[in-house]
């Protein structure tokens, strides 16, 4: 009886313990169909927001081949650059260090160096009030400056004082990447044209600071006689302009005038000698 009762409760564990395997299998194959519906039904809805933010799906699928996960990734508005570059940001989604993002202007020709200075401390979390926030501050804190009974003749009603307007040459901060890679060819990497000026800080004395340069001064024209067109500021200036031909004419007629200088030598040697003879051999002394 005994054993009986024994092989009876360990059928009635068996069975509930493989029941209870074969719940659990069924929960979780149920789990897992729900979350891969939730997965696909959120990937929907991602693509379908992102459709509509972008404007279509071309714009998606440009941002998709330029900005790779933006534009899946939203936020809140919070100011645009002059360069067009548009600023995002989104606490709640995503931790610190992603929670803020620029998107180019210009996804086709873009440059870390387009964003200004003022927003490059707002992204790294230097500060939080974006800094197209910086006019409604100071409006703000201008109702707390108490008048004064003097008079003022400033143009200007705030302690922040006159800023002039900065130009870049297209939007880059960093000027010292807008410089030609050799004369006169310019840069296709920035955009800069052939010729065109580059906008590198330069000292004081520099022969590319337009300062320092000194104008430039000819001393004489090779084609004078022809109207002019290759004129000069220096002999050594003088024979790089000249053709090999006139080089040579120039040879020929230093030979030339030294070999008549050493015949009219010769003539002047000779003369002298000829006068010498007709003196005699002079007078002597007590003769």
Not at 2 to 30: F, H, W
Not at 250 to 277: F, H, L, Q, S, Y
């Amino acid at each position: 009886i005994k054993s009986g009762l024994r092989l009876t409760k360990t059928r009635s564990y068996s069975v509930l313990y493989v029941s209870s395997i074969k719940r659990a299998e069924l929960t979780l194959n149920e789990g897992n169909k729900r979350n891969n519906s939730t997965m696909v039904y959120g990937l929907i809805r991602s693509v379908q927001a992102a459709v509509k933010y972008r404007g279509g799906w071309k714009g998606l699928w440009e941002h998709m081949y330029t900005n790779g996960d933006y534009p899946f990734k939203f936020g809140t508005y919070m100011g645009c650059d002059s360069a067009g570059n548009r600023y995002y940001e989104n606490r709640v989604d995503y931790p610190f260090g992603q929670h803020r993002w620029v998107e180019p202007g210009d996804i086709h020709n873009y440059d870390s160096a387009s964003i200004p200075p003022e927003w490059h401390g707002w992204m790294t979390s230097m500060n939080d009030v974006p800094p197209s926030s910086e006019g409604d501050y100071i409006s703000q804190r201008k109702q707390n400056i108490i008048p004064l009974d003097s008079r003022s003749d400033a143009n200007i009603d705030h302690n922040v004082g006159h800023q002039e307007e900065l130009f870049n040459f297209h939007h880059l901060h960093n000027l010292s990447t807008v410089r030609s890679r050799g004369y006169g060819i310019g840069n296709p990497i920035v955009g800069l044209p052939p010729g065109g000026k580059s906008s590198f800080y330069t000292q004081p004395g520099s022969p590319y600071n337009d300062a320092s340069i000194r104008p430039r001064v000819n001393i004489g024209d090779l084609d004078e006689g022809k109207g002019g067109g290759r004129p000069y500021k220096s002999e050594k200036w003088a024979d790089r302009l000249r053709t090999p031909e006139e080089k040579a004419a120039i040879e020929k007629g230093k030979m030339d005038a030294a070999k008549a200088a050493i015949e009219a030598e010769k003539a002047n040697a000779a003369r002298r000698k000829i006068v010498m003879a007709m003196r005699g051999s002079g007078t002597v002394a007590g003769a």
